[in-house]
């Protein structure tokens, strides 16, 4: 793997939805009970991750979901007294009976661990800005639980993580979600600047009225313009220049005026080692130390565009569609601008970088970390997982921009 590859984020999980068969739609139902009793358990909440998809158990314990794409599903049961249910949900063609048994929760006092409480304010502000996000949308939003994130911080390591054991419950004013968020680990280094997070997510609709729906129909839309999603949309559409998308290889080579590091660490040690107040050593010191500061790899941008055609091939399954490139994608969306403020990035040699026909527009680019095609289905929705890292635009997954699977943008 090219560093170039080394630098892209990789967003693990979510538990993405998958949609891999023929089947457009199915139907399923089933009975909650408790596994002690075996009683029906009454307005048990069951929910379909990664969308707004959610019912409700009656006075039997009974639920139904129907009009779900078929494929593989995570179905998430809570109810109050009894631990959050995660059932693996494989939907098929024909109708199906999930049956669900609930484990009453053991209330346990745990050990209490006495903790600098500044500390951990600080380290919650680190989380809000790492897990959240740092957009204006992101400044609207608010934790109502954040008491139970188990978070820790190493400054000689510079890395944050953090879990939670129950669903860390979001709201966002700003598109109008509820996010609950089961957080298996969440990794910040900030010394490699790395993030990643694994976990389960689902969504719930806020109420509101007229003129609040209307802003978040608005703001939902404006973030899923130029996103990943919309691209692949394009891509299956055939109609990446019409949508504002322009891409095109982004190749890595070594930088031939940039000598090997062995060489550069040993002609540095060599000039303190011997006479280090000699002006000759000094001036060659600075020589080798500002080689040192060289890049590594030269980036260059190919002058055709790719097509759609290049990269997308139908999928075994009708309907589906194989993503398949090598090198690297490097993608402008033409229809965003960025903030000047943004621009200090490039700056940074781990960043993405930003080439002169880019401009002040969105820049993305995708990179494949396996081998063999990522499948998606014909709205655009990743079917296969950990096939490819993700860098600038695309590679911010904060909360403060997730969108449900099952959103619709507006064609208007």
């Known amino acids: 793997m090219t560093s170039l590859a080394k630098k892209f984020i990789l967003i693990i999980g979510l538990v993405l939805t998958s949609l891999l068969s023929h089947a457009q739609y199915t139907n399923i139902s089933g009975k909650v009970i408790d596994v002690q009793t075996a009683a029906p358990v009454q307005n048990a909440e069951v929910y379909l991750t990664n969308t707004t998809t959610r019912t409700a158990t009656d006075a039997n314990g009974n639920y139904s979901i129907n009009n779900i794409p078929a494929g593989k599903y995570e179905l998430i049961t809570r109810h109050l007294g009894y631990a959050t249910k995660a059932t693996d949900l494989v939907a098929s063609t024909k109708e199906q009976t999930l049956n669900i048994g609930l484990v009453p929760k053991i209330i346990e006092l745990s050990e209490v661990t006495i903790t600098d409480v500044n500390e951990w304010k600080r380290n919650l502000e680190r989380f809000k800005l790492e897990f959240i996000g740092r957009d204006t949308h992101a400044a609207e939003c608010y934790i109502l639980n954040e008491d139970i994130l188990q978070l820790r911080y190493s400054s000689k390591t510079q890395i944050l993580t953090a879990k939670t054991d129950d669903f860390l419950e979001v709201i966002n004013p700003a598109l109008g979600y509820k996010l609950r968020f089961l957080i298996k680990d969440l990794t910040v280094d900030y010394k490699e600047l790395r993030y990643s997070y694994r976990?389960?997510?689902?969504?719930?609709?806020?109420?509101?009225?007229?003129?609040?729906?209307k802003k978040w129909s608005k703001n939902r839309n404006?973030?899923?313009?130029?996103?990943?999603?919309?691209?692949?949309?394009?891509?299956?559409?055939?109609?990446?220049?019409?949508?504002?998308?322009?891409?095109?290889?982004?190749?890595?080579?070594?930088?031939?005026?940039?000598?090997?590091?062995?060489?550069?660490?040993?002609?540095?040690?060599?000039?303190?080692?011997y006479n280090p107040?000699?002006?000759?050593?000094?001036?060659?010191?600075?020589?080798?130390?500002?080689l040192s500061k060289m890049p590594k790899f030269i980036q260059t941008l190919s002058k055709e565009e790719v097509t759609e055609s290049e990269i997308l091939k139908p999928g075994n399954?009708?309907?589906?569609?194989?993503?398949?490139f090598t090198d690297t994608l490097y993608v402008i969306y033409k229809n965003k601008y960025v903030e000047s403020m943004s621009l200090w990035r490039n700056t940074n040699p781990k960043m993405l970088q930003r080439f002169p026909e880019a401009g002040n527009k969105q820049i993305a680019a995708i990179n494949m970390q396996v081998r063999g095609p990522a499948t998606f289905n014909r709205e655009g929705i990743q079917l296969t997982e950990g096939r490819l890292f993700f860098d600038g635009t695309w590679g911010d997954a904060r909360l403060s921009k997730q969108l449900p699977l099952d959103f619709k943008p507006d064609k208007n």
């Open 222 to 273: 404006d973030i899923y313009e130029g996103s990943f999603r919309h691209f692949m949309s394009s891509v299956i559409a055939a109609n990446l220049k019409k949508n504002g998308f322009i891409v095109k290889r982004l190749k890595e080579e070594h930088n031939p005026n940039r000598p090997a590091d062995s060489l550069i660490n040993y002609k540095i040690t060599q000039q303190f080692k």
């Open 199 to 213: 976990g389960s997510m689902i969504f719930e609709e806020l109420p509101g009225n007229k003129k609040e729906q």
């Open 317 to 324: 399954v009708p309907q589906n569609y194989d993503l398949q």
């Open 277 to 290: 107040n000699n002006k000759r050593n000094n001036d060659s010191l600075k020589v080798w130390t500002s």
